[in-house]
């Protein structure tokens, strides 16, 4: 999937939250945001996800060219649904049904995503097989209500609803938040696995620079909701402007 901002402008009262005149993240990228506290990385999501209207400007949405079930023209995601089955997301905990079970939310996700369904019994062999050693045998079979588990174990439950549909967009909020280090690390190495497996345009927002320039294929660093440096990142070259920016 390629996106392309043109003139994308919100604001909440006096404060501009975001302020991008053109960008565009190219299909296959993984993209790094980062930036501090307030910078607009979540309210950009938000904007792509039309989550939030836009006062000025959109975001266009271009399907994988090599994939027959994409629709061939450019997605408007404010006037057309077309994207919604090629992308996957997870924001918040807000995202979650908490009164749900895992399965049951999984069973959920897939469904409305025309995905092929879990057979819970051999879930080794199921779609959501792969990412066994992420969950660390806590999150299914536990007869538990998504609302009773940990922060962590609910961060993972949200990114596992994204991966395992295999959308051609992937778009996680700090999703090494609430992790320990085994989790995040073994999150690492499910994104570039998955990212090398389908081709996927992925976007994460990370405060932690370290595990963004690991995976990140190019990085933006935004500050007061513009984009102020534009970052390849081959072989983590773009850590010493970060750090830099930073003063790690």
């Known amino acids: 999937?390629?996106?392309?901002?043109?003139?994308?402008?919100?604001?909440?009262?006096?404060?501009?939250a975001v302020n991008i005149p053109e960008f565009s993240i190219q299909q296959g990228?993984?993209?790094?945001?980062?930036?501090?506290?307030?910078?607009?990385?979540?309210?950009?999501f938000r904007l792509m996800l039309d989550l939030l209207q836009a006062d000025e400007g959109e975001v266009v949405f271009t399907p994988q060219a090599d994939n027959p079930e994409s629709p061939s023209k450019p997605i408007h995601p404010a006037l057309s649904e077309d994207w919604k089955n090629m992308t996957g997301a997870y924001i918040d905990e807000g995202f979650l049904i908490d009164f749900l079970?895992?399965?049951?939310?999984?069973?959920?996700i897939a469904k409305v995503n025309g995905a092929e369904a879990i057979d819970w019994k051999n879930i080794e062999d199921s779609p959501i097989g792969k990412y066994l050693s992420f969950t660390n045998g806590e999150l299914f079979g536990q007869d538990k209500y998504i609302r009773h588990f940990s922060a962590g174990n609910k961060q993972k439950i949200g990114i596992l609803?994204?991966?395992?549909?295999?959308p051609q967009l992937v778009i996680l909020d700090e999703p090494f938040n609430f992790l320990d280090p085994?989790?995040?690390n073994i999150l690492k190495k499910i994104l570039v696995d998955y990212h090398n497996s389908t081709g996927a345009t992925i976007l994460i927002s990370s405060h932690n620079l370290q595990h963004t320039v690991d995976i990140s294929t190019r990085i933006a660093l935004l500050e007061h909701g513009?984009?102020?440096?534009?970052?390849?990142?081959?072989?983590?070259?773009?850590k010493e402007a970060l750090e830099e920016y930073f003063k790690v």
Request: aromatic share 6%; hydrophobic share 35%; no cysteine.
């Open 1 to 16: 999937m390629q996106i392309d901002i043109k003139h994308l402008v919100k604001s909440f009262g006096e404060k501009t």
């Open 161 to 166: 609803s994204v991966l395992f549909t295999q």
């Open 29 to 44: 990228e993984i993209l790094g945001l980062v930036g501090n506290n307030g910078a607009g990385k979540t309210t950009l």
């Open 226 to 238: 513009k984009i102020i440096e534009d970052l390849p990142n081959e072989h983590g070259s773009a």
């Open 101 to 108: 079970t895992p399965e049951e939310y999984m069973d959920f």
């Open 182 to 184: 085994s989790g995040q």
